[in-house]
């Protein structure tokens, strides 16, 4: 008895979560069967709740960004940058702690487009500083790191600083989201993912939950650039 109990429940949150999908159709380009799957993760799935905090940037902190991600001359000072520890959920759907480096204007912003996002239970591989990887984007990029702040030029040619030597700049699940131009795909693990259709899990789109969240600040997506096109990011700047 207790089984179907359980069995009948369980029937009654799909049939619910199905009709929703369907009536608000909030995705079109998602099969049905991926949005009753999205809803019914966030329905059913217990999770710690959304934690973020955001405070300057610690001792050991600031020794490991310099000579790494930041060094003299970079556009924008250690006391001008801000970190936050946030929960995220993963592809595991657990949750876990990440962090983030971003400019002390935009932080608490970003911690509040990171809770829309673990409460929808949008996946995030992993959030680890820059600096784990040699502040090399590349490397963080093929781990699938999603990551804010490092002094770097745009797309690494001198001299134009990179949005993400500001702190107004995050790269979000850089394989699911690959930055695609004429010299290929980055980073190439991605390529899978530059055909757009269907959403798969980690998938950023036009007009998800995402878009909607970091709209609210005032953010852009590059998703959004006729050429090239640059799935994983979202600036303050819209570039």
Not at 117 to 133: K, S
Not at 205 to 221: E, N
Request: aromatic content about 12%; some cysteine; glycine content about 8%.
């Amino acid at each position: 008895m207790v089984v179907m109990t359980r069995h009948k429940r369980l029937s009654r949150i799909l049939v619910a979560v199905f009709a929703i999908s369907l009536a608000t159709n909030l995705f079109p380009w998602e099969t049905a069967s991926a949005r009753t799957a999205r809803e019914l993760e966030r329905a059913v799935v217990r999770a710690p709740e959304y934690r973020a905090t955001v405070m300057r940037l610690p001792a050991g902190v600031r020794e490991l960004m310099i000579g790494s991600s930041w060094h003299l001359g970079c556009p924008v000072g250690l006391n001008d940058l801000r970190l936050i520890k946030l929960t995220y959920w993963g592809f595991d759907r657990q949750a876990h702690r990440g962090k983030l480096i971003v400019h002390r204007r935009w932080a608490p912003s970003i911690a509040r487009v990171f809770g829309k996002l673990y409460d929808d239970r949008f996946p995030i591989r992993r959030m680890l500083l820059v600096d784990r990887y040699g502040a090399n984007d590349m490397r963080s990029m093929k781990a699938d790191n999603t990551s804010a702040f490092n002094c770097r030029y745009r797309n690494g040619v001198c001299c134009t600083w990179s949005q993400h030597a500001y702190g107004r700049a995050i790269d979000i699940n850089p394989v699911e989201n690959p930055y695609v131009g004429s010299w290929g795909v980055s980073p190439p693990n991605g390529a899978d993912y530059v055909d757009r259709t269907p959403i798969r899990r980690g998938m950023l789109a036009l007009r998800d939950r995402a878009w909607w969240a970091f709209h609210a600040i005032g953010w852009s997506w590059g998703g959004s650039w006729s050429w090239p096109i640059d799935y994983q990011h979202y600036s303050s700047t819209n570039r």
